[in-house]
Structure formats: structure tokens, C-alpha cells
């Protein structure tokens, strides 16, 4: 049981390039979603989905695209990466939303946009 | 206007006593669940304790409890018999109803001294 995974955990682009970050859970959780962390800020959702074909934005979600094809599965999309996407990203699941049905965190992508 | 407030950026405690973190919210919901999260300096994001809105007592998980104020909506964290190891920031989080919708505040950075 690996719980949430994530790849890659270091990335460098340029702006306007574009890239997937890669977010699996083996735990079939329902309900997933990606924040992003800034110094001085916390975490900040970014997209979130309640199951497999739904997803829904959160705080910040310009410039990001989501999808969610399997349960296991929500990859987080940057078309044009911008320097203002430097951040670290996480992803989360949790199995359901009531009490105290936490969420469940990878460890993190760290990404450079140059 | 701010989801949850956290405003002590940081902390220090000497090893083996207790010390409180803040944290308020904001919320017209009458249904949330409110965490606490730990992150150490490694990255991840470990939940720590969680107190419903519904829920009379205040919750406790071993060394961490919550004092759940709701009339003055506030959910400090209280640690006591501090270690080393507790050195690390503290994000508190909110969920409003039954969306996966997390709000989380700008955290709290605890150093325990020796």
C-alpha cells in the first residue's frame, strides 16, 4: 500500500513550456485534489474531484487543468507554464467527507519555472 | 475574507513544556470539521487531530489536543510535554459541510529548544 504517489518530485521549465504532474492513489479514495504551497501562504486548492469524470475549481485554479479518467488516477496539467507557477505542489485523497475523514497527502512536486 | 487565521508565523518552546497554537476561522456553516496538520522540515503533510463542529468535547490524540472555542470560533492546538522532534511547521485546516473543499491557514513555525 503506497498511498498517494507523485512524480516527479523536482522540475525546472521554462515558461511556456507545458507538463503533467502525476498524482496515484491506491487507497480507492473517492475524492482527491491538488493545492499548491507558497512561502507565508499554506496550501491553496487548486482543482479537486469527487470521483472518476468530476472534477470542480478550487481558490486558484487559472493556468492549471485537471481530469479524472479512474479512481486512482488525477494528473494536474500546467499548457503555459509562468514563473507565478514556481511553487510545491501536492496532491491529496481522502475516502470520504464526512467527520473526521481526513485527507491523505503525497509528498510533494517542487516546481522551478524559469 | 481569511477562511482561517493563523498569527503566530512562530514559535519557540523549551523541550518538555507545553505550548498553544492559534488558530480562528471563519465559517457560516453550520456543519465543518476543522484539522490540524504537521509538516515537517522533510515536506509531508502528516494529520494530527481533527474536532467536528458538532462535537462537545474537545478532541485529543496523545499529546495533541484541540481547545475548541466554537462561540468565539477559535481551534488552538495544544501540545504538551514538547519534543524535539515536534520542531516543524503547524497548518490548521478547515472543511465547510460535506465538500471536499479544504481552506488552510498561512501555518505556524514550532522550534523546541533543549
Known amino acids: 500500500n503506497a498511498g498517494v504517489t507523485q512524480t516527479p518530485k523536482f522540475q525546472v521549465l521554462k515558461t511556456g513550456q507545458s507538463m503533467t504532474l502525476q498524482c496515484a492513489q491506491d487507497m480507492n479514495h473517492e475524492y482527491m485534489s491538488w493545492y499548491r504551497q507558497d512561502p507565508g501562504m499554506g496550501l491553496r486548492l487548486i482543482h479537486y474531484?469527487?470521483?472518476?469524470?468530476?472534477?470542480d475549481q478550487g481558490e486558484v485554479p487559472n493556468g492549471y487543468n485537471v481530469s479524472r479518467s479512474t479512481t486512482e488516477d488525477f494528473p494536474l496539467r500546467l499548457l503555459s507554464a509562468a514563473p507565478s507557477q514556481t511553487s510545491v505542489y501536492f496532491c491529496?485523497?481522502?475516502?470520504?467527507?464526512?467527520?473526521?475523514?481526513?485527507?491523505?497527502f503525497g509528498p510533494g512536486t517542487r516546481l522551478t519555472v524559469l | 475574507a481569511q477562511k482561517i487565521t493563523q498569527t503566530q508565523p512562530g514559535m519557540f518552546v523549551q523541550e518538555k513544556e507545553a505550548v498553544t497554537l492559534d488558530c480562528t476561522y471563519d465559517t457560516s456553516d453550520p456543519s465543518y470539521g476543522l484539522f490540524w496538520y504537521k509538516q515537517p522540515s522533510s515536506g509531508e503533510m502528516i494529520f494530527l487531530i481533527y474536532?467536528?463542529?458538532?462535537?462537545?468535547q474537545n478532541a485529543t490524540e496523545g499529546r495533541y489536543s484541540l481547545n475548541f472555542q466554537k462561540a468565539r470560533k477559535s481551534a488552538n492546538l495544544v501540545i504538551s510535554a514538547s519534543q524535539l522532534g515536534d520542531s516543524a511547521m503547524y497548518f490548521c485546516?478547515?472543511?465547510?459541510?460535506?465538500?471536499?473543499?479544504?481552506?488552510f491557514g498561512s501555518g505556524t513555525k514550532l522550534n523546541v529548544k533543549p
Open positions: 474531484s469527487v470521483g472518476a469524470g468530476i472534477t
Open positions: 485546516a478547515m472543511r465547510e459541510g460535506n465538500f471536499n473543499k479544504f481552506y
Open positions: 474536532q467536528g463542529s458538532y462535537d462537545q
Open positions: 491529496a485523497s481522502s475516502y470520504g467527507l464526512a467527520g473526521q475523514d481526513t485527507q491523505y
